[in-house]
């Protein structure tokens, strides 16, 4: 399949999920996770529709993003692997979105060093594992009410990674345990806007869908391998 054959299939299993959810198909924001293809593959993508690139390292992204947009219309570009504070201000310079806040330290550090609005999600870890990095789900009320002030930082949501080897119904718990969490920071800080989920990848994202994400990060079934 060509990358708008498998952008157009992603498009209706989408749409499909969000209609079990009772929600339109344009609630649903795909971000195309491009990590380990080539600045012209982003690129056919972009041209097929694609308005949304993800990316999981800075580096990565530094160089190809100049690439990309010297041959593909304007997208926005998202970061959605973990960031190392030393990487904050090219993140910055690259990013229009950050998907992977995952302490109270990096979210001070972005508010420092940006002059603009930053959107952000604030990272959720259900695998506590030394390679996983996120906020325990029963510290976000807190967490919130100590970053939804911070200058330049506009708390945009949740996100989170299913830990491995889950079955579909367990899968289906985790997200819908974010969801929760997500009412309950929302009821506690009034004061902030809607808070979205950036929740569900190649794997098991209809089910992420189902059980309220906004964003969903899919690679391997627009990029392939």
């Known amino acids: 399949m060509s990358i708008d054959e498998r952008l157009a299939e992603v498009r209706r299993r989408v ?3 969000a209609e079990r959810s009772g929600r339109p198909p344009d609630a649903v924001r795909i971000v195309g996770v491009s990590k380990g293809h080539g600045p012209e593959v982003i690129a056919s993508a972009i041209r097929a529709g694609l308005t949304d690139i993800g990316e999981n390292r800075v580096q990565e992204a530094a160089s190809k993003k100049p690439r990309v947009e010297g041959s593909a219309p304007p997208a926005h570009w998202h970061l959605v692997g973990h960031l190392q504070s030393n990487k904050a201000k090219a993140a910055l310079d690259l990013f229009d979105t950050i998907h992977s806040i995952d302490s109270l330290r990096i979210a001070q550090r972005i508010s420092s060093l940006s002059n603009r609005p930053i959107p952000v999600y604030l ?24 970053i939804a002030p911070l200058p330049n930082l506009v708390v945009t949501g949740l996100m989170t990674v299913a830990p491995l080897g889950l079955s579909k119904e367990d899968t289906r718990a985790v997200f819908r345990t974010l ?45 392939a391998d």
């Open 123 to 146: 990272e959720v870890q259900f695998a506590r594992t030394p390679d996983r990095f996120g906020f325990d789900p029963s510290e976000l009320e807190n967490i919130v009410r100590e």
């Open 179 to 223: 969801r929760a969490r997500r009412d309950a920071v929302q009821q506690a800080n009034s004061h902030i806007p809607p808070l979205g989920l950036s929740m569900g990848m190649t794997d098991d994202y209809p089910i992420a869908i189902e059980e309220g994400a906004t964003v969903v990060r899919i690679g391997r079934a627009i990029f």
């Open 15 to 17: 749409a499909e999920a």
